[in-house]
Protein backbone atom coordinates (compact mmCIF):
# COMPACT_ATOMS: atom_id res chain seq x y z
CA UNK A 1 0.00 0.00 0.00
CA UNK A 2 1.54 3.49 -0.82
CA UNK A 3 0.58 6.83 1.36
CA UNK A 4 1.10 10.36 0.39
CA UNK A 5 3.02 10.94 3.58
CA UNK A 6 5.86 13.62 3.77
CA UNK A 7 9.27 12.55 4.48
CA UNK A 8 9.40 15.28 6.82
CA UNK A 9 8.69 12.95 9.93
CA UNK A 10 5.17 13.47 10.91
CA UNK A 11 4.45 16.51 9.46
CA UNK A 12 1.19 17.24 7.36
CA UNK A 13 1.15 16.79 3.23
CA UNK A 14 -0.40 20.40 3.26
CA UNK A 15 2.89 21.63 4.97
CA UNK A 16 5.08 19.93 2.20
CA UNK A 17 3.47 21.08 -0.88
CA UNK A 18 2.18 24.72 0.50
CA UNK A 19 5.69 25.51 1.97
CA UNK A 20 8.78 23.49 0.77
CA UNK A 21 8.25 25.18 -2.84
CA UNK A 22 8.26 28.36 -1.42
CA UNK A 23 12.04 28.78 -0.16
CA UNK A 24 12.07 30.98 2.19
CA UNK A 25 9.81 31.63 5.50
CA UNK A 26 6.83 33.49 5.28
CA UNK A 27 7.85 33.87 9.52
CA UNK A 28 8.72 37.01 10.54
CA UNK A 29 11.46 37.46 13.10
CA UNK A 30 11.74 40.52 15.32
CA UNK A 31 15.02 39.78 16.91
CA UNK A 32 16.90 40.12 14.06
CA UNK A 33 17.52 39.54 10.03
CA UNK A 34 18.25 35.58 8.38
CA UNK A 35 21.80 34.63 8.07
CA UNK A 36 23.35 34.68 4.65
CA UNK A 37 26.23 32.20 4.04
CA UNK A 38 28.52 35.52 3.10
CA UNK A 39 28.45 35.76 6.56
CA UNK A 40 32.29 37.52 7.66
CA UNK A 41 34.26 36.24 10.41
CA UNK A 42 33.63 39.08 12.30
CA UNK A 43 29.95 38.54 13.20
CA UNK A 44 30.75 35.40 14.90
CA UNK A 45 33.45 37.42 16.58
CA UNK A 46 31.04 39.95 18.06
CA UNK A 47 29.83 38.24 21.24
CA UNK A 48 33.77 38.01 22.26
CA UNK A 49 33.93 41.52 22.48
CA UNK A 50 31.23 42.32 24.49
CA UNK A 51 30.75 39.57 26.70
CA UNK A 52 32.99 38.88 29.23
CA UNK A 53 34.97 34.94 29.42
CA UNK A 54 32.87 34.78 32.79
CA UNK A 55 29.83 35.76 31.22
CA UNK A 56 29.25 32.97 28.80
CA UNK A 57 27.39 29.84 29.19
CA UNK A 58 28.41 26.71 30.82
CA UNK A 59 26.98 23.31 30.01
CA UNK A 60 27.36 20.01 30.80
CA UNK A 61 27.00 17.18 28.50
CA UNK A 62 27.10 13.50 30.04
CA UNK A 63 28.11 11.63 26.63
CA UNK A 64 27.57 7.29 26.54
CA UNK A 65 30.84 5.71 25.57
CA UNK A 66 29.66 3.27 22.74
CA UNK A 67 32.07 0.73 22.04
CA UNK A 68 32.19 -2.79 20.11
CA UNK A 69 34.34 -1.12 17.75
CA UNK A 70 34.34 -2.94 14.09
CA UNK A 71 30.51 -3.99 15.18
CA UNK A 72 29.01 -5.48 11.88
CA UNK A 73 26.14 -3.05 9.93
CA UNK A 74 23.42 -4.57 8.34
CA UNK A 75 21.13 -3.55 5.27
CA UNK A 76 17.86 -1.50 6.14
CA UNK A 77 14.63 -1.06 4.09
CA UNK A 78 14.22 2.85 4.18
CA UNK A 79 10.36 3.46 4.90
CA UNK A 80 10.65 6.89 3.26
CA UNK A 81 11.43 5.50 -0.45
CA UNK A 82 9.43 6.54 -3.01
CA UNK A 83 8.93 10.26 -4.42
CA UNK A 84 7.19 12.87 -2.89
CA UNK A 85 7.14 11.09 0.31
CA UNK A 86 5.13 8.32 -1.21
CA UNK A 87 6.75 4.55 1.02
CA UNK A 88 5.31 1.19 0.71
CA UNK A 89 3.62 -0.05 4.33
CA UNK A 90 7.07 0.19 7.10
CA UNK A 91 7.90 -3.06 8.45
CA UNK A 92 5.78 -4.82 11.31
CA UNK A 93 7.43 -6.14 14.20
CA UNK A 94 8.19 -9.30 15.41
CA UNK A 95 7.85 -10.79 12.38
CA UNK A 96 9.44 -7.29 10.22
CA UNK A 97 11.81 -5.66 11.19
CA UNK A 98 13.38 -4.25 7.49
CA UNK A 99 16.38 -5.50 9.07
CA UNK A 100 18.70 -7.89 6.99
CA UNK A 101 22.47 -9.02 7.76
CA UNK A 102 22.79 -6.83 4.42
CA UNK A 103 21.49 -4.96 1.62
CA UNK A 104 22.22 -8.21 -1.00
CA UNK A 105 19.71 -10.54 0.96
CA UNK A 106 17.02 -7.59 1.15
CA UNK A 107 14.23 -7.67 -0.88
CA UNK A 108 14.82 -5.93 -4.21
CA UNK A 109 12.98 -2.36 -5.56
CA UNK A 110 10.80 -0.57 -5.09
CA UNK A 111 11.74 0.03 -1.25
CA UNK A 112 15.49 1.33 -0.73
CA UNK A 113 17.80 -0.60 1.25
CA UNK A 114 20.41 1.37 3.18
CA UNK A 115 23.82 0.00 5.26
CA UNK A 116 23.84 1.34 8.55
CA UNK A 117 24.99 0.96 11.69
CA UNK A 118 28.74 -0.31 11.79
CA UNK A 119 31.35 2.09 12.94
CA UNK A 120 35.15 1.00 13.00
CA UNK A 121 35.52 3.28 16.49
CA UNK A 122 34.57 4.10 20.08
CA UNK A 123 32.91 7.23 20.24
CA UNK A 124 30.72 9.12 22.34
CA UNK A 125 27.02 10.82 21.97
CA UNK A 126 24.84 12.81 24.29
CA UNK A 127 22.92 10.59 27.26
CA UNK A 128 20.07 12.64 26.45
CA UNK A 129 19.01 15.27 22.87
CA UNK A 130 20.21 19.29 23.84
CA UNK A 131 17.88 20.84 26.18
CA UNK A 132 16.23 24.66 25.79
CA UNK A 133 18.26 24.99 28.91
CA UNK A 134 21.49 24.61 27.21
CA UNK A 135 20.59 26.41 24.02
CA UNK A 136 19.65 29.46 25.80
CA UNK A 137 22.78 29.22 27.52
CA UNK A 138 24.54 29.30 23.38
CA UNK A 139 21.90 32.04 22.43
CA UNK A 140 23.04 34.46 24.74
CA UNK A 141 27.07 33.27 24.52
CA UNK A 142 26.79 33.29 20.40
CA UNK A 143 24.33 36.56 20.34
CA UNK A 144 25.14 38.21 23.44
CA UNK A 145 23.34 41.26 21.44
CA UNK A 146 20.47 39.83 20.69
CA UNK A 147 20.15 40.37 16.53
CA UNK A 148 20.10 37.20 15.38
CA UNK A 149 22.86 37.69 13.18
CA UNK A 150 22.89 33.82 12.23
CA UNK A 151 18.98 33.26 12.14
CA UNK A 152 19.72 30.87 15.44
CA UNK A 153 15.73 32.27 16.79
CA UNK A 154 12.61 33.36 15.28
CA UNK A 155 9.06 34.42 16.26
CA UNK A 156 8.09 30.74 16.86
CA UNK A 157 10.05 29.75 19.25
CA UNK A 158 7.91 32.87 21.62
CA UNK A 159 5.17 31.64 24.16
CA UNK A 160 3.31 34.44 23.17
CA UNK A 161 3.44 33.73 19.58
CA UNK A 162 2.62 30.10 19.97
CA UNK A 163 1.73 29.48 23.88
CA UNK A 164 1.67 25.90 23.53
CA UNK A 165 5.36 25.25 21.71
CA UNK A 166 7.19 28.13 22.27
CA UNK A 167 10.19 27.37 24.96
CA UNK A 168 12.34 30.43 24.39
CA UNK A 169 11.57 34.15 25.29
CA UNK A 170 12.98 36.93 23.67
CA UNK A 171 13.76 40.30 24.82
CA UNK A 172 15.15 43.59 23.02
CA UNK A 173 15.62 45.96 25.78
CA UNK A 174 17.62 43.05 28.38
CA UNK A 175 21.13 43.65 29.16
CA UNK A 176 23.92 42.37 27.07
CA UNK A 177 23.86 38.58 26.97
CA UNK A 178 20.42 38.47 28.72
CA UNK A 179 18.13 38.88 25.55
CA UNK A 180 16.58 35.05 25.21
CA UNK A 181 16.12 32.97 28.45
CA UNK A 182 13.73 30.09 28.73
CA UNK A 183 9.90 30.74 28.43
CA UNK A 184 8.73 28.79 31.62
CA UNK A 185 10.55 26.59 33.88
CA UNK A 186 9.25 23.59 32.74
CA UNK A 187 10.90 23.73 29.43
CA UNK A 188 14.34 24.04 30.87
CA UNK A 189 15.24 19.90 30.77
CA UNK A 190 12.78 19.71 27.69
CA UNK A 191 14.70 19.11 24.43
CA UNK A 192 15.25 21.99 22.23
CA UNK A 193 12.05 21.65 19.83
CA UNK A 194 13.09 24.00 16.78
CA UNK A 195 16.68 23.09 15.74
CA UNK A 196 17.78 22.07 12.29
CA UNK A 197 21.06 21.11 10.84
CA UNK A 198 22.59 24.53 10.86
CA UNK A 199 22.00 25.59 14.39
CA UNK A 200 22.94 22.17 15.38
CA UNK A 201 26.65 22.27 14.10
CA UNK A 202 26.86 26.27 15.33
CA UNK A 203 25.91 24.85 18.68
CA UNK A 204 28.89 21.88 18.32
CA UNK A 205 31.23 24.46 16.78
CA UNK A 206 30.65 26.62 20.24
CA UNK A 207 31.74 23.27 22.38
CA UNK A 208 34.63 22.43 20.00
CA UNK A 209 35.81 26.17 20.00
CA UNK A 210 34.93 26.49 23.92
CA UNK A 211 37.00 25.74 26.72
CA UNK A 212 36.50 22.15 28.80
CA UNK A 213 36.46 23.11 32.52
CA UNK A 214 35.98 19.44 33.42
CA UNK A 215 35.57 15.92 31.97
CA UNK A 216 34.53 12.74 34.44
CA UNK A 217 33.94 8.74 33.56
CA UNK A 218 31.03 7.02 35.29
CA UNK A 219 28.95 3.91 34.93
CA UNK A 220 25.60 3.25 35.47
CA UNK A 221 25.40 -0.71 35.41
CA UNK A 222 26.46 -1.92 32.21
CA UNK A 223 26.55 1.64 31.14
CA UNK A 224 29.62 3.67 30.43
CA UNK A 225 29.35 7.95 30.02
CA UNK A 226 32.19 10.83 30.38
CA UNK A 227 30.23 14.30 31.67
CA UNK A 228 31.97 17.05 30.25
CA UNK A 229 31.16 20.85 31.39
CA UNK A 230 31.81 23.16 28.87
CA UNK A 231 32.26 26.92 28.63
CA UNK A 232 30.89 27.93 25.67
CA UNK A 233 32.26 30.03 22.76
CA UNK A 234 30.38 32.92 21.09
CA UNK A 235 32.66 31.55 17.59
CA UNK A 236 30.74 29.60 15.33
CA UNK A 237 31.49 30.29 12.34
CA UNK A 238 34.33 27.56 11.68
CA UNK A 239 35.55 24.68 14.40
CA UNK A 240 34.69 21.15 13.83
CA UNK A 241 32.29 22.05 10.64
CA UNK A 242 33.11 25.39 8.34
CA UNK A 243 29.49 27.40 7.83
CA UNK A 244 30.80 29.08 4.67
CA UNK A 245 30.38 25.48 3.12
CA UNK A 246 27.18 24.32 2.77
CA UNK A 247 27.83 20.84 2.17
CA UNK A 248 30.39 20.58 5.44
CA UNK A 249 31.43 17.43 7.22
CA UNK A 250 34.14 17.22 10.14
CA UNK A 251 37.13 18.90 9.66
CA UNK A 252 38.83 17.31 12.84
CA UNK A 253 39.45 14.06 13.96
CA UNK A 254 38.86 14.93 17.38
CA UNK A 255 36.26 17.02 18.89
CA UNK A 256 32.48 17.70 19.54
CA UNK A 257 30.21 16.50 16.44
CA UNK A 258 26.94 16.12 15.65
CA UNK A 259 26.86 12.48 15.11
CA UNK A 260 26.48 10.74 12.04
CA UNK A 261 23.95 8.23 10.83
CA UNK A 262 25.60 5.23 11.53
CA UNK A 263 26.81 6.61 15.14
CA UNK A 264 23.27 7.67 15.66
CA UNK A 265 21.79 4.17 14.67
CA UNK A 266 24.41 2.17 16.19
CA UNK A 267 24.08 3.69 19.57
CA UNK A 268 19.73 3.82 19.19
CA UNK A 269 19.77 -0.18 17.90
CA UNK A 270 22.73 -2.14 17.87
CA UNK A 271 22.80 -4.07 20.81
CA UNK A 272 26.53 -5.65 21.93
CA UNK A 273 24.97 -8.56 23.40
CA UNK A 274 23.20 -9.73 20.40
CA UNK A 275 19.57 -9.47 20.74
CA UNK A 276 16.81 -8.88 18.28
CA UNK A 277 17.58 -9.15 14.20
CA UNK A 278 20.86 -9.39 13.37
CA UNK A 279 22.36 -7.76 16.75
CA UNK A 280 19.79 -4.83 15.74
CA UNK A 281 16.69 -3.77 18.00
CA UNK A 282 13.67 -2.86 15.72
CA UNK A 283 13.20 0.70 18.52
CA UNK A 284 15.34 2.17 20.61
CA UNK A 285 13.01 0.64 23.57
CA UNK A 286 12.88 -2.55 22.43
CA UNK A 287 14.42 -5.33 20.23
CA UNK A 288 10.54 -5.96 18.69
CA UNK A 289 7.72 -4.36 20.52
CA UNK A 290 6.22 -0.86 19.98
CA UNK A 291 6.57 0.97 23.55
CA UNK A 292 4.07 2.23 25.63
CA UNK A 293 2.86 6.04 25.43
CA UNK A 294 4.18 8.42 27.86
CA UNK A 295 1.72 9.96 29.82
CA UNK A 296 2.32 13.83 30.61
CA UNK A 297 1.28 16.24 33.62
CA UNK A 298 -1.03 18.35 31.44
CA UNK A 299 0.45 21.52 32.98
CA UNK A 300 4.47 20.33 33.01
CA UNK A 301 5.09 17.98 30.49
CA UNK A 302 6.61 15.68 33.16
CA UNK A 303 5.94 11.57 32.53
CA UNK A 304 3.55 10.61 34.92
CA UNK A 305 4.02 6.54 34.23
CA UNK A 306 7.89 5.66 33.68
CA UNK A 307 7.04 2.54 35.34
CA UNK A 308 5.44 1.09 32.15
CA UNK A 309 8.26 -0.09 30.39
CA UNK A 310 9.25 -0.10 27.29
CA UNK A 311 8.29 3.71 26.91
CA UNK A 312 8.19 6.78 24.88
CA UNK A 313 7.19 10.22 24.10
CA UNK A 314 5.13 9.51 21.07
CA UNK A 315 0.92 9.19 19.58
CA UNK A 316 0.40 5.29 18.97
CA UNK A 317 -2.53 5.95 17.42
CA UNK A 318 -2.34 8.94 14.86
CA UNK A 319 -5.56 10.04 13.73
CA UNK A 320 -3.70 12.05 10.56
CA UNK A 321 -1.67 8.69 9.91
CA UNK A 322 -3.19 6.55 7.22
CA UNK A 323 -0.59 4.15 8.24
CA UNK A 324 -0.43 3.39 12.08
CA UNK A 325 2.03 0.75 13.20
CA UNK A 326 0.11 -2.41 13.95
CA UNK A 327 0.80 -3.52 17.53
CA UNK A 328 0.93 -0.09 19.13
CA UNK A 329 -0.19 -0.03 22.57
CA UNK A 330 -3.54 1.97 23.38
CA UNK A 331 -3.16 5.26 24.05
CA UNK A 332 -3.44 8.81 23.30
CA UNK A 333 -0.78 11.29 22.14
CA UNK A 334 1.12 12.93 25.11
CA UNK A 335 0.63 16.28 25.11
CA UNK A 336 0.78 19.12 27.75
CA UNK A 337 0.88 23.32 27.88
CA UNK A 338 2.24 25.35 30.45
CA UNK A 339 -0.16 26.17 32.71
CA UNK A 340 0.80 29.68 32.85
CA UNK A 341 -0.08 29.60 29.45
CA UNK A 342 -4.02 29.59 30.49
CA UNK A 343 -6.79 28.88 28.06
CA UNK A 344 -4.13 29.81 24.72
CA UNK A 345 -2.95 26.71 24.61
CA UNK A 346 -5.77 25.53 22.41
CA UNK A 347 -6.39 29.09 20.41
CA UNK A 348 -3.26 30.61 19.92
CA UNK A 349 -1.31 29.55 16.55
CA UNK A 350 1.08 31.45 14.86
CA UNK A 351 -0.16 34.19 12.55
CA UNK A 352 2.37 33.00 10.06
CA UNK A 353 0.67 29.76 9.89
CA UNK A 354 -1.02 28.91 6.86
CA UNK A 355 -4.75 28.44 7.01
CA UNK A 356 -6.13 24.86 7.49
CA UNK A 357 -2.99 24.20 9.55
CA UNK A 358 -3.49 25.86 12.66
CA UNK A 359 -5.79 23.32 13.58
CA UNK A 360 -5.31 21.56 17.44
CA UNK A 361 -5.77 17.98 15.62
CA UNK A 362 -2.71 18.71 13.77
CA UNK A 363 -0.74 19.19 16.84
CA UNK A 364 -1.56 16.85 19.07
CA UNK A 365 1.66 15.59 21.03
CA UNK A 366 4.15 18.06 23.10
CA UNK A 367 7.71 16.64 23.98
CA UNK A 368 8.37 15.16 27.52
CA UNK A 369 11.64 16.12 30.14
CA UNK A 370 14.69 14.27 28.58
CA UNK A 371 15.34 10.62 30.25
CA UNK A 372 12.05 10.96 32.61
CA UNK A 373 10.62 8.02 29.98
CA UNK A 374 13.64 5.75 32.01
CA UNK A 375 13.85 3.62 29.12
CA UNK A 376 18.21 3.36 28.09
CA UNK A 377 18.67 2.09 24.47
CA UNK A 378 21.44 -0.65 24.06
CA UNK A 379 24.51 1.90 25.24
CA UNK A 380 22.81 4.26 27.81
CA UNK A 381 20.99 6.82 25.88
CA UNK A 382 17.84 8.11 26.03
CA UNK A 383 14.90 9.44 24.21
CA UNK A 384 16.45 8.25 20.72
CA UNK A 385 12.92 7.12 19.68
CA UNK A 386 10.08 9.83 20.32
CA UNK A 387 9.96 13.29 21.94
CA UNK A 388 11.96 15.22 18.76
CA UNK A 389 13.10 13.98 15.56
CA UNK A 390 16.79 14.55 15.77
CA UNK A 391 19.52 16.08 12.79
CA UNK A 392 22.69 13.94 11.79
CA UNK A 393 25.87 15.08 9.91
CA UNK A 394 25.08 12.49 7.16
CA UNK A 395 24.46 14.03 3.73
CA UNK A 396 21.26 11.89 1.69
CA UNK A 397 20.61 11.37 -1.62
CA UNK A 398 18.16 13.97 -3.10
CA UNK A 399 14.98 12.03 -2.78
CA UNK A 400 13.07 10.64 -5.93
CA UNK A 401 10.62 13.56 -7.00
CA UNK A 402 12.68 16.49 -5.50
CA UNK A 403 15.34 19.14 -7.46
CA UNK A 404 16.27 21.41 -4.57
CA UNK A 405 19.58 23.42 -4.37
CA UNK A 406 20.07 23.10 -0.58
CA UNK A 407 21.85 19.68 0.72
CA UNK A 408 19.81 17.36 2.02
CA UNK A 409 20.35 15.58 5.53
CA UNK A 410 19.16 12.26 7.13
CA UNK A 411 17.28 12.83 10.64
CA UNK A 412 16.09 10.00 12.78
CA UNK A 413 14.12 9.06 15.89
CA UNK A 414 10.25 10.12 15.65
CA UNK A 415 8.32 12.59 17.49
CA UNK A 416 5.87 13.24 19.71
CA UNK A 417 3.14 13.63 17.28
CA UNK A 418 3.88 10.90 15.49
CA UNK A 419 3.31 6.87 15.25
CA UNK A 420 5.39 4.26 16.51
CA UNK A 421 6.63 3.48 12.69
CA UNK A 422 8.65 6.61 12.60
CA UNK A 423 10.74 5.18 15.62
CA UNK A 424 11.38 2.27 14.01
CA UNK A 425 15.54 1.63 12.72
CA UNK A 426 13.64 1.55 9.00
CA UNK A 427 12.43 5.46 9.51
CA UNK A 428 15.29 7.68 8.03
CA UNK A 429 13.70 11.02 7.58
CA UNK A 430 15.38 13.34 4.89
CA UNK A 431 15.92 16.72 5.56
CA UNK A 432 16.69 19.56 2.83
CA UNK A 433 16.27 22.09 5.87
CA UNK A 434 13.66 24.36 4.53
CA UNK A 435 12.87 27.67 6.36
CA UNK A 436 9.37 27.73 4.91
CA UNK A 437 9.03 24.52 6.94
CA UNK A 438 11.26 25.00 9.75
CA UNK A 439 8.84 27.85 12.37
CA UNK A 440 5.29 25.34 12.19
CA UNK A 441 7.74 21.57 13.03
CA UNK A 442 8.23 22.06 17.38
CA UNK A 443 9.52 18.53 17.19
CA UNK A 444 13.29 19.50 15.70
CA UNK A 445 15.86 18.93 17.83
CA UNK A 446 19.53 17.24 18.28
CA UNK A 447 22.06 15.89 20.43
CA UNK A 448 25.67 16.30 20.48
CA UNK A 449 28.60 13.30 19.88
CA UNK A 450 32.43 13.53 20.44
CA UNK A 451 35.27 11.69 19.06
CA UNK A 452 38.69 10.86 19.30
CA UNK A 453 40.86 11.23 22.96
CA UNK A 454 38.99 14.70 23.93
CA UNK A 455 40.65 16.10 27.48
Same mark, same amino acid.
Given at each position: ????R???????????????????S???????????T??????? =???????????????????????????????????F???????????????E?????S??????????????????? *???I??????????????? *????????????Y????????????????Y???????E???????????????????????R???S?????????T?????????????????? &????G????????????????????? =? =??????A?????HG?T??????????????????????????? &???????? *?????????????????????P??????????????????????????? =????????????????????????????????????????????? &??????G????????????????????D????PF???????????G???
Amino acid at each position: MRSQRMTLVGLLAVLSVGLAACGSSSSTTTSGESESTGESESTS =NESESVLPVSKRGVVTIPMAVVGDPGNPSVGVLQTFSGPKGEFVDPPKPPKETGIYKSCGEAPPAPLSCLTVGGVSY *TYGIGEFAVTVGEYVKFLN *TVDARGKNLHHLYFDEMSPTVWPRYGSISYSSGAATGEHYSVAYPQWANKPFNFGDFRRAIRFVNSLTNGTIMSHTASSSGAYKYVTYTVRLSP &NTEHGMYDLTNPATTRTKSTGFVLPS =N =NEWVKAAYYDPNHGGTDSYWAYPTDPFDPPHPTKLNPGTGEVL &NASEQPLA *TYNPNDPNSSVDTPGSPPGAAPNWCPYQAGPSCEKVFPASMPEGLNLPK =NYEGNVSTVGEAKDPSPWGTYDQGGDVVENLETIAPQPPGYNFLR &NWRYYHGGVANAPAYQLEISAFGFNVGDPAIEPFYPWDGFRVGIIGNLE
